[in-house]
């Protein structure tokens, strides 16, 4: 299984809302990876976790909350957010933390839509 | 830090014509440079990657970049543009600190022509 699955493909909320967005990957892969995409532009990263563990927050705002519950599992929260967070959300997984070399395995992402 | 920069937002070309684009990185060490694709509502797909065992590297779908110090480039071809190959291509590098950070250059929009 060389996939990365995420859920759900489409995600429409409110500001008021709480929502989570799932990541889902069987290759083994001990880091994680979620990116934010926004409409013609490259994917900017949000989180890395390594082994579980959260070791990258590239300054992002807390009402985006990550979670990783297991290697193969990894989760993102999304709570009081605002319009200019309507984003494709991507996910990624890579062999390695350390491994420079090592590409990184996307999932297809989910459009979220913040009204 | 280490960069990419990519050349030309868009391309265009005609199908049965060559691709190239363009890819030039910025790097005090070796970097690890990368090739995606990214198809309309999808995730990205890796095309081919760098990592200094050879300078031309073959890829995906008939893909290939070379590796050139001189000019600090990692140029993206392919001999004949299929239909199918329209999509976003984005060149990325990746740190050479203590974990994996890859950085995206901003993207080419490849369009093909009948």
């Known amino acids: 299984d060389t996939e990365v699955t995420q859920t759900p493909k489409h995600l429409v909320m409110g500001m008021t809302n709480k929502k989570s967005l799932k990541c889902e990957q069987h290759?083994?892969?001990?880091?994680m990876y979620w990116y934010k995409q926004k409409a013609k532009k490259p994917p900017e990263l949000m989180f890395v976790y390594s082994y579980e563990k959260l070791s990258i927050n590239e300054s992002v705002p807390s009402r985006f909350s990550p979670e990783c519950p297991n290697s193969s599992l990894l989760n993102l929260h999304l709570h009081a957010l605002q319009p200019e967070d309507s984003a494709l959300y991507l996910c990624?997984?890579?062999?390695?933390?350390?491994?420079?070399?090592?590409?990184?395995?996307f999932g297809p992402g989910t459009r979220l839509t913040v009204l | 830090a280490q960069s990419v920069t990519q050349l030309g937002s868009h391309v265009s070309v005609s199908e049965g014509a060559l691709v190239l684009l363009r890819c030039n990185y910025s790097?005090?060490?070796?970097?690890?440079l990368f090739w995606y694709v990214q198809y309309p509502n999808q995730g990205l797909q890796l095309l081919l990657k760098y990592t200094s065992a050879a300078t031309l590297v073959k890829g995906i779908n008939g893909f290939e970049a070379e590796f050139k110090k001189s000019e600090t480039s990692f140029h993206l071809t392919k001999p004949s543009a299929h239909m199918s190959d329209a999509a976003e291509y984005f060149c990325a590098v990746s740190n050479s600190g203590g974990y994996q950070k890859v950085t995206f250059g901003t993207g080419t929009k490849l369009q093909v022509i009948p």
């Open positions: 990624a997984s890579s062999q390695e933390r350390g491994q420079q070399n090592n590409e990184q395995f």
């Open positions: 790097s005090s060490v070796p970097p690890y």
């Open positions: 290759m083994g892969h001990r880091a």
